[in-house]
């Protein structure tokens, strides 16, 4: 290994940490970050002017910049391109004196990103090792899970009745955690599931997915989820906001009880946050407050121009979405003169771009202080959402609960597991507004749900 050196040119690095971050990606396998130019995953560098993800063998093309984070190895260690050598970070504040707390403040800043991007790689299918350790979960809930009885599934069946019936007995356990306040801090994750009782298809279902949609068909896309691919809506915007006529929150779609027992957990003081990641914007509508939800991939309800960033009314984007004209494109676009039409885009998180600095922020307080993970609604097959449900067993070992109409999330690197009675891992297989509704009878809180829903619908 090289020796650490007083490096000169630490001086000139503006670091710039809010260019660093996790993009979104639709592999439920993908490792996050790798080099922009080689996909290697080993011997990581992240330029810390620009935010620019490289392996060690192609950082000297990138040699605009000087000063990299080490991704792999000592976190206190810098890399300096000019110098050839590694550095410590200690150097570096003592280097930058005259702004020695600004740089403490970015260095630290820049540690807590590392440590989600950390998370993410490190419970990626190839790097995680997962042992669960029984012993060290709260007596109070072993009791419970030792005490819950077994019970068969029958995976064929499609009525929500005769799942429940077979996971009733574990489900009432899950219901006495609550109702012994062992789960004070819940983070309930959401999927596009949630919304297909408003009239919103998902993505993934054959004949009604949004990806299946005839209004993309026509168009010739290199893949499906171009459609939702940063490159390709900067080189043909249409097919997005054709989709988008399925999409926008027009007004016409109603919140679902899926979204008022969101609503309600937050009422009673057991919601720690919402990671939706839908952008109908139904959960601002339910009343989920904004400092409990994290729009994980963005909303319609901010857009801007791709040029200057001027904001947009919805009802702008929507004037231009559901035009009658056939004439006219149904792309909203940018009335500023100097940018010549920019594309207007709404504050939604594409494939390829970069999640919300809300999520970053947040993610590892919550994931220290959440007991309680319920899942509803999702197919866990975008990245890096896909990878929350394996933080919690490492962390805390808390209970979890799969509300959705299959299975998803399982896996032997810390996701869902179902066949082990041992553990706390609980599952309502059907319909997920089904299975609210009968989650909420079981927890007596069946009459304030329908009062949240007959007072707003």
């Not at 971050?21 to 970050?33: A, M, R």
């Not at 190839?126 to 819950?148: C, E, H, M, Q, V």
Request: with cysteine; glycine share 4%; hydrophobic share 35%.
């Amino acid at each position: 290994m090289p020796k650490q050196t007083q490096c000169v040119h630490i001086e000139n690095c503006n670091i710039n940490y809010e260019s660093i971050d996790i993009q979104l990606y639709d592999n439920e396998n993908i490792t996050i970050p790798n080099c922009y130019k080689c996909s290697n995953q080993d011997n990581i560098l992240i330029c810390l002017e620009c935010g620019i993800v490289i392996c060690m063998e192609h950082c000297k093309l990138h040699s605009n910049h000087s000063i990299f984070k080490v991704f792999h190895g000592d976190d206190k260690t810098l890399w300096c391109n000019d110098c050839n050598e590694l550095i410590k970070e200690s150097t570096m504040i003592e280097k930058c004196k005259n702004n020695s707390d600004l740089i403490k403040k970015k260095i630290k800043d820049i540690e807590n990103l590392f440590k989600v991007m950390k998370l993410f790689i490190y419970y990626d299918q190839r790097n995680l090792k997962y042992n669960k350790d029984f012993d060290s979960i709260d007596d109070s809930i072993k009791d419970i899970i030792k005490n819950s009885s077994s019970s068969s599934s029958s995976s064929s069946s499609s009525s929500i009745k005769n799942e429940i019936e077979n996971e009733n007995e574990k489900i009432k356990e899950f219901i006495k955690l609550i109702k012994k306040d062992k789960c004070k801090n819940i983070i309930v994750l959401t999927g596009a599931g949630i919304s297909v009782a408003s009239g919103i298809p998902d993505f993934r279902s054959v004949e009604t997915g949004l990806y299946n949609n005839e209004n993309v068909s026509k168009f010739k896309l290199p893949f499906k989820e171009a459609v939702f691919d940063i490159d390709y809506f900067k080189f043909n915007p249409e097919p997005f906001y054709q989709l988008s006529k399925d999409l926008y929150p027009s007004g016409k779609f109603k919140c679902t009880p899926v979204h008022y027992f969101i609503k309600l957990l937050s009422d009673k003081g057991l919601l720690l946050r919402n990671y939706a990641q839908n952008a109908d914007t139904l959960e601002r509508i339910a009343g989920i407050p904004l400092d409990k939800l994290i729009e994980a991939h963005g909303s319609f309800a901010v857009s801007r121009c791709t040029n200057c960033a001027l904001e947009y009314s919805q009802e702008y984007i929507k004037d231009s979405i559901f035009n009658n004209d056939p004439s006219k494109s149904v792309v909203p676009r940018c009335k500023v003169i100097q940018c010549n039409n920019a594309v207007i885009k709404p504050d939604i998180v594409f494939f390829g771009e970069s999640l919300p600095p809300i999520f970053n922020q947040n993610i590892l307080d919550d994931i220290n202080k959440c007991d309680c993970l319920i899942v509803i609604g999702t197919s866990l097959k975008v990245q890096p959402i896909a990878s929350m449900v394996n933080f919690f067993p490492h962390f805390k070992n808390i209970p979890r609960l799969l509300i959705n109409n299959q299975i998803v999330g399982e896996n032997n690197f810390g996701g869902f597991n179902f066949s082990d009675n041992k553990n706390f891992d609980f599952k309502m297989i059907g319909d997920c507004q089904e299975s609210v509704l009968y989650l909420s009878k079981l927890l007596d809180w069946d009459s304030e749900l329908l009062n949240l829903i007959n007072s707003n619908n």
